[in-house]
């Protein structure tokens, strides 16, 4: 058997034996790649080798600790044929980051730079959850971690080096705890050195974060979570070249503290990248660049510098004015040009025309202070706020500065609508979304609308780590708000504009924000030495405008509030800023943020109290079963009650948020769900339910998800009702409120509190509630007829009820006095069987499902409580519930056998001393038809039926003497009249 090394080239086996000793590194072919050859046998033998030959692939690895953390670089493993490549690594995740270039050496007048960022799912150990089961188009965090890899590294190309220049970065691991997306730029600035490409590097990014006032280096997802401050620091060895913020509001003077502090930690970074390239990199490749010569540069300044500054210095130019003033200019140059026939200079026209315009603008700026526009250095532009423009929408705002003009407009949804996330790290979801669009006629172009764009999705983001910072926290505030911002118009700053439009948006849609943001753009114009490269004079401009920022050196947006930044981006042309100049921009804006804000607190300073067409938001609390039957099979149900009321439902563990377009449709809503569900009975509370029976002494009302109510007689009119049945009937809906609990605990509803009465002059309450003369029905005095009266008899008992638990419930009905447990609530069936057997036990009578522990039906048990007062304790009793249940579970078979010698008389009585045969002075309470209502004292009511031919002439206040001879099948004590005598 030949070896792979001999069938790859049989002239290995002539080569001595020393040449193939891995330690002095020589490599031969094997199988066609680079590595070494084996040693499994000696040369010149026949024998064949035991193994195949080895890989072995060379590797550099540099070792460095930054901010308590180690860091490795290492190349040569993987991806060997990229121009440069390496591999960055923390614990247990790892990015690599490759470049590569064009070869061919084609003409154009800028930088053809592409930074791809990809997090693959494989990454975490994930499969991607898409019908494809692979990583679709590039999403929003990706864009934003290739525009942090971008901006750093752009200025540190040469001037004139316009090749193509790809940079591909890639997580191969993550264990969740390092963002890696300030991993990737560090190894893509490596891969720059090791690479043949021009570049000024290396460069180092450092991530600072602040927890409890203290500064954290390279922070921890977590750590994260808990830091007021998110600060992205990328700098060469002694200057700026990019920032990125998010903070809560933190001062000028602590945000320049931790820039003090990021900048010598991301210099860490630089020397292993300088000692790996040593090692491993390759010599820089020497490029064609594209530079303007100092001929056509004299002859093209000559023609336009003096045409150039007269527009320049003219204020009153617009926009589109001065535009087209330069370019008659650029047309004017041209047909000179085109009349020498200096065809090199007209090649290269419009880029030498744009380098006199920088030079005109800068000069004015640097030695005369004049802006293109006439302002100040340190002026802001007019502004123009206006808030609720668009009163259907949920908020709206239209801000002006200048003549950038946009409309930012506010949606509100449930937790459902949060947006989904697929990172590998951080939260799953987002419940602040602020989506920021760019369209062509904005600069009156023609264009097309496509996907995503990167500088729509890092300008959108800015914004929204301006808000994020002011919004009220989410247990407070639990629902997803969306702000949508149109750029009307653009000249300068959209994105800051975006911010103090959507800060007022939100206010508009009746956000509570801590407080207003407001951003402005920072720009700087610097005079550099030619012998040094360093800054010799400068001037910091604030509120540029579009032109200022493509003739500048900077654009340092940065937003707040009065109290603190909570979002910085800076972008930078030049190969880095001194730090000082950058802190001392920050004052800069501090100033210009404070003007804004004036403006917008004069438009809008606190956030809109809500009407009747606005937005509505409700979150529910229910138990996840009652949820369950809510969502129903496959969310069917749920589905079904957003369709036909228009509403949004949202289910979480334990909580039901709804979202309506306006009080209607949310009045809509929670009645479907109320109907379903049911929701926590309070006295005073108003239901809508259904009649699902009508009985001589009122009618059994369906309501609150299923549960039962009495609506008695005396509450359904404030006129007298001879019969329910002339004012409801089986099926109709109705409004009823709830009054109170009897001693069984059934529900009490009154439909005519909820209607308006007619009428000066209120009935008493308590005569309200007993039916008048004409509504009770007659019967038979005798006390055989009482005792078998059944259905008769229940009038009268039900009328003597609410007199029988408290004296205090003759006047109006006090829920803070109302202390009768909500024992048993009965249906109207049970009520009917009842009827039908009269004769027998108390306990077969009064059978009866309770108030959510029914096994028949399974509904939780409701607790009544005024609105506003604390629930009532479902299992306590108070004193005279426990007086009733006694006089109820009292023993009454010896009723007939009643012995005169037995019976007791006293003065004073209570439910417990209450026995048959007791004898008690009795006060008259009030005089029916039929009988009398009886003070019995101890704040018990007891009834005397007239007996035929008997006495009738009672008064209330009269003193009787009566016998207690017998208890109703209610407990209520049936008293007759005695002579001591």
Request: proline share 4%; hydrophobic share 35%; glycine share 8%.
């Amino acid at each position: 058997m030949v070896s792979v090394a001999s069938r790859a080239n049989p002239l290995l086996r002539t080569v001595p034996h020393f040449l193939t000793w891995r330690g002095l590194g020589f490599r031969t072919i094997c199988s066609g790649r680079l590595g070494f050859a084996t040693l499994s046998e000696p040369l010149g033998t026949d024998a064949e080798p035991s193994v195949a030959g080895t890989k072995v692939l060379e590797t550099f690895r540099e070792e460095f600790e930054v901010g308590l953390r180690i860091i490795t670089l290492e190349t040569g493993k993987i991806a060997r044929f990229a121009n440069g490549a390496v591999v960055l690594g923390i614990d247990e995740t790892k990015v690599l980051s490759t470049v590569t270039s064009a070869k061919s050496n084609a003409v154009a007048d800028f930088l053809p730079l592409t930074v791809d960022y990809q997090e693959k799912q494989f990454a975490q150990g994930v499969i991607p959850n898409t019908y494809m089961r692979r990583e679709g188009a590039p999403k929003e965090r990706e864009l934003l971690c290739g525009r942090l890899i971008d901006r750093p590294i752009r200025p540190l190309f040469p001037k004139g080096f316009y090749h193509e220049v790809q940079v591909m970065a890639s997580v191969l691991s993550s264990d969740g705890k390092q963002d890696p997306d300030v991993m990737a730029a560090n190894a893509t600035s490596a891969a720059l050195m090791l690479s043949d490409i021009p570049w000024g590097g290396p460069i180092g990014m450092i991530r600072i974060g602040r927890i409890s006032g203290q500064f954290i280096v390279n922070p921890t997802m977590d750590e994260l979570c808990f830091s007021d401050l998110n600060l992205v620091y990328a700098c060469t060895k002694d200057k700026t070249l990019m920032m990125d913020v998010q903070a809560r509001g933190i001062s000028e003077k602590d945000l320049e503290a931790g820039l003090r502090l990021a900048h010598p930690e991301a210099v860490k970074y630089l020397e292993p990248q300088i000692r790996l390239a040593a090692k491993a990199g390759k010599g820089k490749k020497d490029y064609k660049l594209s530079m303007l010569s100092d001929r056509t540069l004299e002859r093209v300044r000559e023609l336009a510098e003096a045409p150039i500054e007269a527009v320049f210095s003219d204020p009153t130019y617009g926009k589109f004015e001065r535009g087209g003033a330069l370019d008659n200019i650029t047309q004017d140059v041209k047909k000179v040009l085109e009349e020498e026939c200096d065809g090199e200079s007209l090649n290269v026209l419009s880029k030498t025309v744009d380098t006199v315009r920088k030079q005109v603008v800068r000069r004015r700026i640097i030695s005369e202070g004049l802006r293109v526009d006439g302002r100040r250095l340190d002026e802001v532009r007019p502004l123009y706020c206006e808030a609720g423009n668009l009163p259907q929408l949920h908020g709206s705002s239209l801000f002006s500065r200048g003549d950038t003009q946009v409309l930012c407009t506010v949606t509100l949804g449930s937790p459902a609508d949060a947006q989904r996330l697929d990172s590998i790290v951080g939260s799953s979801s987002k419940r602040f979304m602020l989506h920021y669009s760019f369209p062509p006629f904005c600069i009156n172009e023609v264009g097309k609308r496509g996907g995503l764009n990167r500088r729509e999705v890092g300008h959108g983001t800015l914004a929204e780590k301006a808000l994020l910072a002011v919004l009220p926290p989410e247990d407070d505030f639990p629902y997803v708000v969306r702000i949508n911002s149109e750029v009307m118009a653009s000249d300068g700053s959209t994105s800051m504009a975006t911010v103090c439009g959507g800060s007022m948006a939100l206010m508009d849609a009746g956000i509570s924000l801590r407080e207003h943001v407001a951003g402005v753009s920072v720009g700087l114009v610097s005079e550099v030495d030619p012998s040094t490269g360093k800054i010799k004079d400068y001037r910091i401009l604030t509120d540029i405008l579009g032109l200022e920022d493509h003739l500048g050196d900077m654009d340092f947006k940065i937003a707040g509030t009065r109290k603190g930044v909570t979002a910085i981006q800076l972008d930078i042309k030049p190969a880095g800023i001194p730090l000082d100049i950058i802190c001392e921009s920050l004052e800069h804006a501090r100033k210009g943020r404070i003007q804004i804000l004036d403006q917008m607190e004069k438009e809008i300073n606190a956030p809109r109290d809500q009407d009747d067409n606005s937005p509505q938001l409700a979150t529910l609390k229910y138990s996840n079963d009652l949820l369950r039957r809510l969502v129903g099979p496959l969310g069917a149900l749920k589905r079904k009650i957003e369709e036909e009321t228009g509403g949004r439902l949202s289910v979480s563990d334990g909580t039901l948020s709804i979202v309506a377009k306006n009080k209607a449709i949310m009045e809509k809503v929670k009645e479907k769900i109320d109907f379903l569900l049911g929701r926590e009975i309070e006295i005073g509370g108003v239901y809508k339910g259904v009649v699902t029976s009508v009985k001589e002494y009122g009618a059994f009302v369906e309501f609150n998800g299923g549960q039962q109510g009495l609506l008695h007689i005396s509450e359904l009119s404030h006129e007298p009702v001879s019969r329910p049945s002339e004012v409801v009937s089986v099926g109709q809906k109705i409004t009823a409120k709830c009054i109170g609990q009897d001693v069984r605990g059934n529900i009490k509803l009154s439909l005519k509190a909820t209607i308006p009465q007619s009428g000066s002059v209120k009935r008493n309450v308590a005569k309200a509630s007993f039916p008048s003369s004409k509504e009770e029905v007659e019967y038979s005095a005798s006390e055989e007829n009482m005792c078998n009266a059944g259905e008769k008899q229940n009038n009268i008992t039900d009328t003597l009820d609410a007199f029988l638990v408290n004296k205090n419930e003759v006047s109006d009905v006090n829920p803070s006095q109302f202390s009768v447990p909500p024992i048993l609530i009965r249906s109207a069936a049970e009520c009917d069987e009842e009827e039908k057997s009269a004769g027998l036990t108390e306990k077969s009578k009064t059978k009866s499902r309770s108030l959510g522990a029914s096994e028949a039906d399974g509904k939780s048990k409701p607790s009544l409580r005024k609105k506003g007062d604390k629930r009532l304790n479902s299992k306590s009793k108070s004193k005279d519930g426990e007086e009733i249940t006694q006089i109820l579970k009292s023993d009454t078979s010896n009723r007939s056998n009643l012995d005169d010698s037995e019976a007791e008389t006293r003065t004073t009585i209570s439910a417990k001393s209450l026995k048959l045969g007791t004898k008690v002075t009795a006060k008259v309470f009030q005089v029916r038809t039929n009988g009398l209502i009886l003070d019995l004292g101890g704040d018990i009511r007891g009834m005397y039926l007239f007996e035929t031919n008997g006495r009738r002439d009672f008064e209330e206040g009269d003193e009787l003497r009566v016998q207690c001879t017998r208890f109703n099948r209610k407990g209520v004590p049936v008293m007759s009249l005695v002579d001591d005598d």
